[in-house]
């Protein structure tokens, strides 16, 4: 049975989903490289406009996974001006004819001063409904204007599935970063492109253990903005390893963060590396066994 989402989505609560939407007909829509990159970027510029952190993503050539954790504690904190100015980056104002309208600063901070239209845009900001909706549309009118057709681009809404502790999380993220390897797109997954995994391997230095050594500060952080704290930018938007566990409720109330002392960039290529040989193929090059299957040993035998 089909379950609504607004029941399975935990809106006033960090929590963390695996979101997953295929091209119509399973078309290879993204077969080139350009386009899968303007897809990426696209991602990009709108999980950082917004209160989504990305841990990680996959651009296949006819669908994409993005692991997500949505962070409606965060927006909490921002000022009316700030939910202005990021929801008019995201969707400008246009006239009738679609034209981009100039917003000049009086008129922004006229709009600060509309609290409902304030607050709907603050819930917005933190929507992982949204941050699909909006990337998903973009990309649809980008690409059918290319190829000069008109219709539907994607095959349906999204699909979303919780991910309710730290080891369903990992094993999510394994399998959205060996997702070019397991369909034969590479013949290592380190050589997969257009994937969270890429993005940490090409900014090794800034991943591998500059972020724990200079940043972590014990078990517990509460308040926490990894993004802004650790200065993700440019190719560096992809969340760091030590904020991919889990927010805890706190007994002195608000949302504290767990990050565990074993989660470091290189416990989680050892388990890709794990996981990737597990992978066995048939003669088709199908995987004879699901991941998760495969996941479970791993991690058993990990200790996590």
Not at 37 to 54: F, G, N, P, S, T
Not at 85 to 103: A, C, N, Y
Not at 143 to 166: A, H, Y
Request: aromatic content about 10%.
């Amino acid at each position: 049975m089909v379950i609504a989402r607004k029941y399975l989505v935990r809106e006033h609560a960090p929590g963390c989903y695996h979101v997953m939407s295929r091209c119509v007909r399973r078309l290879h829509c993204l077969a080139v490289e350009e386009r899968r990159e303007w897809v990426e970027r696209c991602l990009r510029i709108h999980a950082q406009k917004m209160a989504i952190d990305v841990l990680t993503f996959a651009v296949m050539k006819n669908h994409v996974h993005v692991v997500v954790r949505i962070r409606p504690d965060l927006v909490e904190g921002w000022s009316a001006r700030e939910v202005v100015d990021k929801w008019l980056d995201l969707v400008p104002r246009r006239d009738g004819s679609g034209e981009i309208l100039e917003t000049d600063e009086t008129l922004r901070e006229l709009i600060a001063t509309d609290g409902i239209w304030v607050e709907e845009r603050r819930s917005r900001l933190c929507s992982m409904s949204w941050l699909m909706r909006l990337v998903k549309q973009k990309i649809s009118i980008r690409m059918n204007r290319e190829d000069q057709v008109t219709g539907c681009f994607w095959d349906e809404r999204f699909t979303s599935i919780l991910l309710p502790d730290e080891r369903a999380i990992l094993a999510c993220m394994v399998y959205v970063d060996l997702n070019p390897f397991r369909a034969g797109e590479c013949q290592l997954p380190e050589n997969g492109c257009n994937t969270g995994l890429h993005i940490r391997l090409k900014n090794r230095s800034f991943y591998g253990g500059e972020c724990r050594s200079q940043h972590h500060i014990g078990h517990y952080r509460s308040g926490v903005d990894f993004q802004a704290e650790l200065g993700v930018l440019g190719d560096r938007w992809v969340l760091p390893l030590e904020a991919c566990g889990d927010y805890l409720w706190h007994f002195d109330g608000g949302w504290v963060y767990d990050s565990p002392e074993w989660l470091t960039e290189r416990w989680y290529l050892d388990v890709l590396d794990a996981a990737a040989r597990e992978v066995r193929f048939t003669g088709s090059g199908n995987p004879k066994h699901r991941l998760d299957e495969q996941m479970a040993h791993i991690f058993d035998r990990m200790g996590i």
